[in-house]
Nanobody, 115 residues
């Protein structure tokens, strides 16, 4: 069974930082595009950023310059470094692997940005 497991969520004050982790099988997802999505209450799930197997990244306009995606295959882990967090970043964050058009999802981790 393919598993993606997120961790690292929590409560942080505006302006603070968090790093989310996603553990996955680097072998299974070797040629996949790995993504982070988020879903805020009452809103649709949105793409936060993506990392192709070639190492290219792209980000939503709302997070560009503040968030960074990286991956360490030796540790079977992908990361989402989030800096300068805003209350609008509050959401459940999901790790996603797009492997040949088939999407695999983690269970999500809650990030709350609040005083």
């Amino acid at each position: 069974q393919v598993q993606l497991v997120e961790s690292g969520g929590g409560v942080v004050q505006p302006g603070g930082s968090l790093r989310l982790s996603c553990s996955f099988s680097a072998t299974f997802f070797k040629y996949a595009t790995m993504n982070w999505y988020r879903q805020a209450p009452g809103k649709e799930r949105e793409l936060v950023g993506m990392l192709t197997n070639g190492g290219s990244t792209d980000y939503a306009d709302s997070v560009r310059g503040r968030f960074t995606i990286s991956r360490n295959d030796a540790k079977n882990t992908m990361y989402l470094q989030m800096n300068s967090l805003k209350p609008d970043d509050t959401a459940v964050y999901y790790c996603n692997g797009d492997r040949f058009g088939v999407h695999y999802w983690g269970q999500g981790t809650q990030v709350t940005v609040s005083f």
